[in-house]
């Protein structure tokens, strides 16, 4: 379905019925990424699933940051009328996450962060001389997002009271320490620290945090 909310056209999914569950994707995907998860999660949840703007079916060729996408969803949730949500978000999807977080709290019960950084020397050096590389080659607006943002305050981060769960590959692209940094800022937050695992082989299409969820 196509919804036009906060001055465009975001392309969503509702599948199921009991609480509300967002699911985000991350930056380059759509919400097929959480195809499987969101089958075993529909008998426990209503689950929303949101193609974020310049992704998937979503409108495109338009401006894009964090903040927007933000605000893309915070507008599709009053559209909607739904909150007190349960909020998962991957990579830019949690970063989107973490914004609503520090812009509409009050719509939230419960944030799920997978694999997210809050300011781009966050991720790993190696990977970022990647992405320097690969926006040299094709300029694409969403690598030049991870390059640019995001750049939350710590006294943002400070405030968020929301329930939180911050989930991290062993072999992730987010630095680690930079990891325990937000789990130390986001009060009474809960980390897990995944073995054998990188930055997406635990959530693309996969069912591995039903149990987070649950």
């Known amino acids: 379905m196509i919804a036009h909310v906060n001055g465009i056209d975001i392309y969503y999914e509702i599948i199921g019925s009991g609480k509300p ?3 985000l994707h991350g930056n380059g995907e759509d919400h097929h990424t959480f195809d ?10 209503q689950v929303i699933l949101i ?3 310049c992704h998937g079916l979503s409108e495109k060729n338009i401006e894009i940051t964090f903040d927007l996408m933000a605000m893309d ?29 520090t812009m ?23 990977f970022y001389k990647q992405l320097k590389g690969w926006y040299k080659k094709n300029k694409s607006p969403l690598i030049k997002l991870m390059m640019k943002e ?13 329930d939180t769960t911050i989930i991290v590959g ?10 325990y940094k937000l789990h130390q800022y986001i009060y009474d937050s809960s980390l897990y620290v995944l073995n054998d695992e990188n930055h997406e082989s635990y959530v693309m299409h996969q069912t591995k945090l039903k149990d987070f969820i649950l």
């Open 21 to 23: 569950l967002v699911l």
């Open 36 to 45: 499987e998860l969101a089958d075993v999660m529909k008998e426990n949840y």
């Open 51 to 53: 193609d974020s703007r």
């Open 73 to 101: 969803v915070i507008s599709l949730l009053e559209y909607l009328n739904i909150k007190d949500v349960t909020l998962l978000g991957f990579s830019d999807g949690g970063i989107v996450g973490l914004k609503i977080a």
């Open 104 to 126: 509409r709290e009050y719509l939230l019960n419960k944030l799920i962060l997978c694999g997210v950084n809050f300011h781009p020397k966050g991720v790993k050096k190696e």
């Open 150 to 162: 995001p750049k939350f305050k710590i006294k943002d981060l400070k405030q968020i009271t929301v």
């Open 170 to 179: 062993e072999h992730d692209l987010i630095d680690i320490e930079h990891t």
